[in-house]
């Protein structure tokens, strides 16, 4: 199947600073990319979803200023959490379908945490 | 709007013995569904999907999902358990008319025994 890779896999990062997570699809073009975030033995809450080329579309509830997402090409997606806080501390996990009725390809997931 | 349902929490199985994770949902037009399997620290790889055709469908590492549009459910099975499939499982809907935005239910962590 599709590969996509997410990167890095874990990070700390100290309060106040900002933390870049990407999300490449290796072998397929992806207009759309979607970010989640889960809380442990949680669900994925979507955060928002990553549109090449255009502003990223937001969940209600979650911050963009907070949570900037860039998609500047066709296989990269971008996930900045700015001026970290312990509260950010969560399990960050993109995914991209090839098209809309097929799977999702899921990265590896990011556990960042925020001392 | 669209939801996911998955009643059970948890699931314990002796290893060898058959195992169901339940899924209801809720969709205003036709159904794309899909299960996923978690695990630990990971993220989430695809087992199978409904998107048209026959309601039984078969996926990766042995399981298979019936789809009943009747009962709006699409349970996750497979006939004989292993210990290497105790994960947490995630069962999807997707709304193509939303760019394709997945819903997904809670999880259910299943616990194989040996």
């Known amino acids: 199947g599709a590969v996509v890779s997410q990167h890095p896999s874990w990070v700390i990062c100290k309060s106040g600073t900002s933390v870049k997570i990407e999300c490449r699809s290796l072998d397929f073009q992806a207009t759309t990319m979607f970010w989640y975030r889960q809380f442990p033995k949680q669900s994925l809450m979507l955060m928002a979803t990553?549109?090449?080329?255009?502003?990223?579309?937001?969940e209600q509830g979650v911050e963009k200023d907070k949570f900037l997402i860039n998609h500047a090409s066709l296989t990269l997606s971008t996930l900045t959490v700015t001026s970290a806080h312990p509260e950010d501390s969560s399990f960050y996990i993109c995914s991209a379908p090839k098209t809309v009725n097929t799977e999702a390809f899921f990265g590896q997931g990011t556990r960042l945490t925020v001392v | 709007a669209q939801s996911v349902a998955q009643p059970e929490d948890q699931v314990n199985v002796a290893e060898g013995n058959p195992l169901t994770v339940k899924c209801t949902y809720s969709v205003s037009g036709n159904p794309y569904l899909f299960w996923y399997v978690q695990y630990p620290n990971r993220g989430l790889q695809f087992l199978l999907k409904y998107i048209t055709g026959d309601n039984l469908v078969k996926g990766s590492y042995g399981f298979e999902a019936e789809f009943n549009k009747s009962q709006t459910s699409f349970h996750l099975k497979k006939p004989s358990a292993l210990v290497s499939d105790s994960a947490l499982y995630f069962c999807?809907?997707?709304?193509?008319?939303?760019?394709?935005?997945?819903?997904f239910g809670d999880g259910t962590t299943l616990t194989v025994k040996p």
């Open positions: 999807a809907v997707r709304d193509v008319s939303n760019a394709g935005k997945s819903t």
């Open positions: 990553s549109n090449e080329g255009s502003k990223a579309t937001y």
